[in-house]
C-alpha cells in the first residue's frame, strides 16, 4: 500500500513540474512586420552582392538572387512571406513559399541549439524592382531586410531584321496602249497645206481692188488704210489682153480676106 502511495506521489510531482514550466514558457504568436523603408524601390544592383552564395549556385544568369533575413531583434521565424515587385510596366506580388516553380523560392534555417527559419531565398527576371513586402512571423518584430544578392544580366532584345519590300510595278503605273500615240494624235491629211491654203485664183487681188485704192483721211493716224498699196495693176493687164485679143482677131480676118481675092488676067 505504502508503495502504491509513493508511486502516485512521483506522478502527481512530474505532472506538477511539467505544468509549472508550461507556465514559464512564454508563447509565441503571430505577427505581421514588413519590408524596411530603406530597402523599398531598389533593384538588386542596389545591394551587397555576393553571388558566391552557395545558395546562388543555380541561379540563371538572366535572373536576379534575393537573400532576405529576419534580424536578430526579432523573435521567432518566417511563416509566409509576400513580395511586390515591378517587372517595368506592372506590378508582380510574389508568394513564399509559392508553391511552383514561376519564382523558385525557398526557406532556410539557421540549425543549431535554437533553429529558426529566418532565412529567404527568391529569383526574379533579372532588372525587377522590388517595391515592397511584409511577412507573417511566429513572434514579434519590427521589420525585416535584404541581406545581400545576386545581380543578374538583362537580355537585350535582338531586333529582327525586316526585309524591305521591292517596288514591283502596278498596272496603272506601266504604260497603257492610251499613253502611245494614236491616229487621233497623229498629223491628219487636214493638218498638212492644202490646195485651200495656196494662193488660188480667188484669193488674188481683183481689178476692183487694185483699181480703187484707198486713201486714209489728211492728217488722220493710225488704220489699215495708212499701210502702202500693192500688188500689180490689174485693171490695165486686162485692157492690154483685150487690145492683143482684138488685134489677133482683126489680123486673122485680114489673113482670111486676102486669102479669098483671086487675081484674073
Given at each position: ?52 552564395d552557395e545558395r546562388f549556385a543555380n ?207
Amino acid at each position: 500500500m505504502s508503495q502504491r502511495r509513493r508511486v502516485a506521489r512521483a506522478a502527481f510531482s512530474a505532472t506538477a513540474a511539467t505544468a509549472c514550466l508550461a507556465l514559464a514558457t512564454p508563447a509565441w504568436a503571430s505577427a505581421t512586420i514588413g519590408l524596411k523603408s530603406a530597402h523599398q524601390g531598389k533593384k538588386a544592383g542596389y545591394f551587397t552582392q555576393q553571388c558566391d552564395d552557395e545558395r546562388f549556385a543555380n541561379l540563371p544568369d538572366d535572373h536576379d538572387g534575393w537573400h532576405f533575413v529576419l534580424p536578430g531583434k526579432n523573435s521567432g521565424s518566417f511563416e509566409t512571406l509576400t513580395l511586390t515587385f515591378s517587372d517595368g510596366t506592372n506590378d508582380v506580388t510574389v508568394n513564399i513559399p509559392d508553391g511552383s516553380d514561376a519564382y523558385p523560392d525557398f526557406f532556410y534555417s539557421t540549425g543549431g541549439k535554437d533553429p529558426r527559419q529566418i532565412h529567404a531565398y527568391l529569383f526574379t527576371p533579372a532588372g525587377w524592382k522590388l517595391v515592397d513586402g511584409s511577412a507573417t512571423i511566429s513572434g514579434t518584430g519590427d521589420d525585416f531586410n535584404v541581406s545581400h544578392t545576386c545581380k543578374g544580366t538583362v537580355p537585350k532584345p535582338t531586333p529582327t531584321p525586316t526585309p524591305t519590300p521591292t517596288p514591283t510595278p502596278s498596272v496603272s503605273e506601266s504604260p497603257e496602249p492610251s499613253e502611245s500615240p494614236s491616229a487621233s494624235e497623229s498629223p491628219e491629211p487636214s493638218e498638212s497645206p492644202s490646195a485651200s491654203e495656196s494662193p488660188s485664183a480667188s484669193e488674188s487681188p481683183t481689178p476692183s481692188d487694185s483699181a480703187s485704192p484707198t486713201t486714209s483721211p489728211s492728217g488722220g493716224t493710225g488704220g489699215g488704210s495708212d499701210l502702202p498699196l500693192t500688188g500689180v495693176a490689174v485693171t490695165g493687164m486686162a485692157l492690154t489682153g483685150v487690145a492683143l485679143v482684138g488685134g489677133g482677131v482683126a489680123l486673122m480676118t485680114l489673113r482670111r480676106r486676102r486669102d479669098r481675092i483671086t487675081f484674073t488676067g
